[in-house]
């Protein structure tokens, strides 16, 4: 079996602005400004065997202000200079009770039965709860970046960095082998 990790787009992989205590998404090319201190880090865990990917909510897309064409094209640029081997979309509004759109874990449970991945050995990195959530109900750890928007729901580290993030995963997952093998 595989193993994945599923790091949240918008805050950790792309800078966002915040307005009024809400993270505002990118809806173009534009105003898309990938966090290229993230290459090396993802890197790392490429080359500890990981599948990387990147998850996003994009609701903009059925509420019909953000085009499919922009937003293909940000993920393009995305998979290119960061590497990463997929990203997954739930494109779905919150009333659209879609089991893609986090905090539900469907975005996860479809790539393990694509990618055929292990999720109880598989991480989840994000700055924000959804991503917690939909780990916690699935069995990946999660690792939280420290942000205002982790919240109270459970989750099993808070670290202060992407970078911190991938130190852990790294230091938990050579735990695991060491206690499998």
């Given at each position: 079996?595989?193993?994945?990790?599923?790091?949240?787009?918008?805050?950790?992989?792309?800078?966002?602005?915040?307005?009024?205590?809400?993270?505002?998404?990118?809806?173009?090319?534009?105003?898309?400004?990938?966090?290229?201190?993230?290459?090396?880090?993802?890197?790392?865990?490429?080359?500890?065997?990981?599948?990387?990917?990147?998850?996003?909510n994009?609701?903009?897309?059925?509420?019909?202000?953000?085009?499919?064409?922009?937003?293909?094209?940000?993920?393009?640029?995305?998979?290119?200079?960061?590497?990463?081997?997929?990203?997954?979309?739930?494109?779905?509004?919150?009333?659209?009770?879609?089991?893609c759109?986090?905090?539900?874990?469907?975005?996860?449970?479809?790539?393990?039965?694509?990618?055929?991945?292990?999720?109880?050995?598989?991480?989840?990195?994000?700055?924000?709860?959804?991503?917690?959530?939909?780990?916690?109900?699935?069995?990946?750890?999660?690792?939280?970046?420290?942000?205002?928007?982790?919240?109270?729901?459970?989750?099993?580290?808070?670290?202060?960095?992407?970078?911190?993030?991938?130190?852990?995963?790294?230091?938990?997952?050579?735990q695991?082998?060491?206690?499998?093998?």
């Amino acid at each position: 079996m595989k193993l994945a990790v599923f790091i949240e787009r918008d805050g950790v992989l792309n800078h966002v602005r915040s307005e009024r205590q809400v993270q505002i998404t990118p809806l173009s090319l534009s105003e898309f400004h990938l966090k290229l201190d993230a290459v090396l880090p993802l890197r790392r865990l490429q080359a500890a065997g990981f599948v990387v990917l990147a998850t996003t909510n994009q609701p903009g897309l059925s509420r019909g202000y953000q085009s499919r064409r922009d937003l293909d094209l940000m993920h393009e640029l995305m998979r290119g200079k960061l590497g990463l081997d997929g990203i997954l979309v739930c494109p779905h509004d919150e009333t659209d009770r879609c089991p893609c759109r986090k905090p539900k874990p469907g975005l996860l449970t479809e790539a393990a039965f694509t990618w055929h991945f292990d999720l109880d050995h598989s991480f989840v990195i994000s700055d924000k709860w959804l991503d917690a959530d939909a780990a916690r109900q699935v069995g990946c750890t999660s690792l939280m970046i420290r942000s205002q928007w982790i919240g109270q729901v459970h989750h099993d580290f808070v670290v202060p960095s992407l970078e911190a993030a991938v130190e852990k995963l790294l230091h938990l997952h050579t735990q695991q082998f060491m206690l499998t093998h």
